[in-house]
T-cell receptor
Framework: KQEVTQIPAALSVPEGENLVLNCSFT??????LQWFRQDPGKGLTSLLL?????REQTSGRLNASLDKSSGRSTLYIAASQPGDSATYLC??????????????FGKGTKLSVIP | EAGVTQSPTHLIKTRGQQATLRCSPI?????VYWYQQALGLGLQFLLW???????NRGNFPPRFSGRQFPNYSSELNVNALELEDSALYLC??????????????FGQGTRLTVV
């Protein structure tokens, strides 16, 4: 059974700082890994999708890396801004048996960027 | 292009009643996924529908059920509501038939409160 862990659970940084969020997963046989952002009480916004054959993806100030063999991914946020404050969720897509698959989520890292 | 839309935004029900939640996927997406996000528990996979069929089901009791209509919209029904069913219910859609490679896009969720 796939399990996804995100550390730290919460992070507070001053504006302008670069930061790294960590995600680890127990079964390296994944199809892809996705990073999401969730604002309080809201839905999820997709940030980056990394296919299992890829090592990293970049979008603006965000860079996500994937090391499938070690079961790890990192989300790097450059020059953080107060608007980046949210919960960041990591999810992996993997087999769930009988020819099916599903996304398994970590519990997220709650980021606060202090002005 | 419209994203994934969910209705209603908020729903308050009494214990023992039934709740019906609705989801419209992004145009062209054939797969719809339902997740429950209860306080402190993270996102838990509920159901996956594709082309009108249930493809996968999470570890939830049978009183959680749903269906997908010919236009790919979906309903989630929760019967015999219990207090612990109070949660944010999130719907996601993706292009299917791509072996788990598709990016998932989420709606804003329905907040179900059982009193």
């Amino acid at each position: 059974k796939q399990e996804v862990t995100q550390i730290p659970a919460a992070l507070s940084v001053p504006e302008g700082e670069n930061l790294v969020l960590n995600c680890s997963f127990t079964d390296s046989a994944i199809y892809n890994l996705q990073w999401f952002r969730q604002d309080p009480g809201k839905g999820l916004t997709s940030l980056l999708l990394i296919q299992s054959s890829q090592r990293e993806q970049t979008s603006g100030r965000l860079n996500a890396s994937l090391d499938k063999s070690s079961g790890r991914s990192t989300l790097y946020i450059a020059a953080s801004q107060p608007g980046d404050s949210a919960t960041y969720l990591c999810a992996v897509c993997s087999d769930s048996g009988a020819g099916s698959y599903q996304l398994t989520f970590g519990k997220g890292t709650k980021l606060s960027v202090i002005p | 292009e419209a994203g994934v839309t969910q209705s209603p935004t908020h729903l308050i029900k009494t214990r023992g009643q039934q709740a019906t939640l609705r989801c419209s996927p992004i145009s062209g997406h054939t797969s719809v996924y339902w997740y429950q996000q209860a306080l402190g528990l993270g996102l838990q996979f509920l159901l996956w529908y594709d082309e009108g069929e249930e493809r996968n089901r999470g570890n939830f009791p049978p009183r959680f059920s749903g269906r997908q209509f010919p236009n790919y919209s979906s309903e989630l029904n929760v019967n015999a509501l219990e207090l612990e069913d109070s949660a944010l219910y999130l719907c996601a859609s993706s292009l299917e038939g791509t072996g788990g490679l598709a990016e998932a896009f989420f709606g804003q969720g329905t907040r179900l409160t059982v009193v």
